[in-house]
């Protein structure tokens, strides 16, 4: 299979490196040049454009931040869906709207083009590590297709189901890990207040039952959420929006996670 990779970031670049290394025949393309020069190094080509790239890949993975950047790396002229053969495959592993790959999906259909949807969790090291957690949506014939390079830099790899289950299910984890920071960060300023050093209290609980991941990233970054919010802030907000989304449209009842998240939100000086 050969795959194009879109979306070098902190993230991106690493799984990227890791594709190559798995000895799969792999195309990048940036907006920065400068985005592209670690791979000096690599057997990885590189692109003019998302379409060009595409004319050289079975399988185009995306890595970039949002919605509107899914959307335009895709369409138009000089999309990947006007490079893609029919047959092809776009993987996102952007965090987006499950509507939006649903969308995408039904335009690329016309073309013979496969979508699923293949949000991640672990960040960089994960990636570099080779044991990203990759979150799949879609048809089980296509992701078992995808299976093998997605292991070139994640283990495991789940299929939740039908395309757009893999950004739900990682919007609730973003849910679920923004509440827990203002719970942790709350409980150590607590803890502060009544006479115990926050260092103290956290390598405690760190060790306990209330141990958490959120406790931990505020644990290493200064014991606030001072450090958190300004990296990544505006990206919990657009996660707690879309899934609150969800969450009115199907009239569903999302309970304290709501309530608990929206508090983190308001505590990082970015209310939803």
Known sequence: MRVGFIGLGS????????I??????????AR???TLEPFADTEARTADSPAALAAESDLV?????????VEEVISGDNGVLAGLSPGGIIAIHSTVHPDTCRRLAQHCADKGVSVIDAPVSGGGPAAAAGTLLVMVGGDADVVDRCRPVFETYADPVVHLGDLGSGQVTKLLNNLLFTANLGTAATAL????????????????????????????????SGGTLDRLAGMAGALLQKDVRLVADLAQRAEADPGAVLDAADATLALMDHPR
């Open 11 to 18: 993230q991106g670049a690493p799984m990227a490196r890791r």
């Open 189 to 220: 300023a607590l803890g502060e207040q009544l006479g115990v050093a926050t260092d103290r209290l956290a390598e405690v609980v760190s060790r306990g039952s209330a141990n958490s991941f959120a406790l931990n990233s505020i644990r290493g």
């Open 61 to 69: 993975c995306l890595c970039v931040v949002g919605d509107a950047d």
């Open 20 to 29: 190559v290394e798995g000895g799969y025949a792999t195309t990048l393309w």
């Open 32 to 34: 920065r040049d400068g």
